[in-house]
C-alpha cells in the first residue's frame, strides 16, 4: 500500500471506530467533537474565530446549532454552525498579546448533554516577532503517534523546563502533522503537562493525506509572508528540519537511535550527513538546552558518525 494510501486508511479507521472509541481516540464528548481552531496574526489584521461541530460514527457536520464565544469572561458574540459545522465570528485584535477565547455551544438541539467547551487562541503578534516552531510527537511526546491514540503518552525528559524557558524568548507555535480532528486531545496533553500557552496548527484532512513534509513546508510558507523572524524550529524528522530552513530558520532534529534497525540507522546516517550545518542534531532536550543557551554545537557530521558506530555495534 503506498504512503498515500495508508494515510487515507488510517483517517478512515478513526472515522469508522464508532462513538466509543472515538471517545478514547479524539477526546469526543458524548459522540460529539467540537474543535477551536487556533491562530497566529498581527496587530490590526481582521481574522475570523472557528469553531467546528461533528457528531455521530462518521463525524457528520452539524449545522444550526448556536455557539457563544466568550473572552475573559464576557460574551463576544454568539453565531450559528454552518452546513459545514463551523461556528465564524470576525475579530480584530489591536494589541500584541494572546487572546483567549472559550467557544461554547448551547444546550438547545442536544439530544443529550452538549460537548464541552474548547480554547481559542489568537496570539497576535507584531510581524518581527521571533518565532519558535515546534513539533509534537517524537519532539515532545516521548512516543509515536499510536501511544497518542490508544495511551496517555509521556513528555520527553526535560522538555517541559526547556520550552517553558525558550518561551520568554519566543512566540512558541506548536505545528503538528496530527489531523486537526485530534485538536482537542492535543491542546489537553500540551496543558495538562504544563507546556507553555501557544497556537496548535494542525492539519486538515488535504493536509494529512498530502503528508508530513509537505504540509508542514507550505503551512510555514504561509507563515514566513507574514512574519520575517522564523527564528528556529525543533521536529524529529529531516524533512522538519528542512522545512524550517527553507524559510531560514534555525534547526534541531531530535533522533531515536535506540529505536532503529543497523540498516536504518545507516540510512539515516546518510540522511543526517547531507544536512546543512546550521542544522544541529541531537538526541535529548539537555542538549537542546546547552545548543540553545550555553552555544554548544551539535554538528550533523558528528551525530552520522555517531550512528554508524551504532550500526556496525548493533549488528555484531
Known amino acids: 500500500m503506498s504512503t498515500l494510501a495508508t494515510r487515507a486508511a488510517s483517517l478512515a479507521l478513526v472515522l469508522l471506530a464508532g462513538c466509543g472509541a472515538q471517545t478514547v481516540l479524539l477526546g469526543t464528548s458524548g459522540g460529539h467533537l467540537f474543535v477551536g481552531y487556533d491562530q497566529l496574526v498581527t496587530p490590526g489584521e481582521e481574522t475570523v474565530l472557528e469553531a467546528r461541530l461533528q457528531s455521530g460514527d462518521l463525524l457528520s457536520d452539524r449545522p444550526g446549532h448556536a455557539v457563544r464565544f466568550l473572552l475573559d469572561g464576557r460574551l463576544y458574540g454568539i453565531t450559528l454552525t454552518d452546513r459545514e459545522g463551523m461556528a465564524q465570528l470576525p475579530f480584530t485584535p489591536q494589541r500584541e498579546m494572546d487572546y483567549f477565547f472559550i467557544a461554547t455551544p448551547t444546550a438547545t438541539g442536544f439530544w443529550s448533554d452538549p460537548p464541552s467547551a474548547v480554547d481559542v487562541l489568537v496570539a497576535c503578534r507584531r510581524s518581527d516577532a521571533p518565532l519558535l516552531i515546534v513539533d509534537i510527537d517524537r519532539t515532545l511526546v516521548e512516543s509515536g503517534f499510536t501511544q497518542v491514540l490508544l495511551g496517555e503518552p509521556q513528555p520527553m525528559p526535560h ?83 528542512l522545512a524550517y530552513r527553507s524559510v531560514g530558520a534555525g534547526g534541531y532534529l531530535i533522533l531515536h537511535p535506540h529505536l532503529l534497525e ?31 543557551f550555553e552555544g554548544r554545537r551539535f554538528p550533523p557530521g558528528q551525530m552520522a558518525a555517531r550512528l554508524r558506530e551504532l550500526a556496525r555495534s548493533d549488528a555484531q
Open 262 to 292: 543497523p540498516e536504518e540507522l545507516l540510512d539515516l546516517a546518510r540522511q543526517v550527513d547531507e544536512l546543512p550545518q546550521a542544522i544541529q542534531v541531537v538526541t535529548g532536550w539537555d542538549e537542546i538546552e546547552q545548543g540553545i
Open 159 to 241: 522538555s517541559v523546563p526547556v520550552m517553558q524557558r525558550l518561551a520568554k524568548e519566543f512566540c512558541v507555535v506548536y505545528l503538528t502533522h496530527r489531523p486537526e480532528l485530534f485538536s482537542p486531545k492535543s491542546k489537553l496533553w500540551l496543558c495538562r503537562n504544563g507546556y507553555p500557552a501557544g497556537p496548535v496548527l494542525l492539519a486538515d484532512v488535504e493536509g494529512f493525506i498530502k503528508g508530513s513534509s509537505g504540509f508542514k513546508s507550505a503551512r510555514l510558507a504561509e507563515l514566513s509572508e507574514k512574519f520575517t523572524n522564523i527564528r528556529l524550529g525543533i521536529g524529529d524528522l529531516v524533512t522538519d528540519v
